[in-house]
């Protein structure tokens, strides 16, 4: 998958493949997000539709020079804002409301990273976007095993309401496999 073309790294393609669920090493997984992230932008050639997985990388200067790139100016400027600072983050957590309000869902879990929501942002993927293999990859690149946690309980949780027995099957058995 390292080697792939771009068109192999399309999110689609990921989530067929079930990378989320069995690239092994952070480092393979980083590698592979990156990929997507470059690969949407290149698509769409609008930085907010990479936005999440750059954020999720931690690499948010990336994502502001993208913007500064295709003159968004007051994006710039907003991401390249320090985020811990709680002004900054009122202002993240002001604009994933305004993305889910738009039905933005992966924006708006970007935002509510920024705003050091990460389980806001999970939520946001699980529940509206309804895309849980995303909301397991973020939770896999931010690497943070009690976020990991929190993950598949919600996934089983909502798996087991709906009566979808392959994600609860997952969420069972899963978790510590990727230890």
Not at 26 to 38: G, T
Not at 115 to 133: F, M, N, T
Request: with cysteine.
């Amino acid at each position: 998958m390292l080697t792939a073309t771009p068109q192999d790294c399309a999110w689609p393609t990921i989530r067929c493949l079930g990378l989320p669920l069995w690239i092994q090493t952070p480092k393979s997984l980083k590698a592979v997000a990156e990929k997507v992230a470059q690969q949407q932008f290149n698509v769409h050639k609008d930085p907010s539709s990479c936005a999440l997985l750059y954020i999720s990388l931690g690499r948010k200067s990336t994502l502001a020079a993208l913007f500064k790139a295709r003159s968004q100016q007051k994006l710039f400027e907003f991401f390249a804002r320090s985020f811990t600072d709680i002004k900054n983050q009122q202002a993240a957590e002001k604009n994933a409301y305004v993305c889910m309000s738009k039905l933005n869902f992966s924006y708006a879990a970007g935002f509510f990273l920024l705003a050091g929501q990460p389980r806001a942002a999970l939520d946001v993927l699980i529940s509206k976007a309804r895309d849980w293999h995303l909301a397991l990859f973020v939770a896999r690149l931010l690497g943070d095993d009690p976020l990991l946690e929190w993950f598949w309980q919600q996934l089983y949780a909502l798996a087991g309401s709906q009566g979808d027995s392959f994600p609860q099957l997952w969420a069972a058995n899963l978790p510590t496999a990727l230890h």
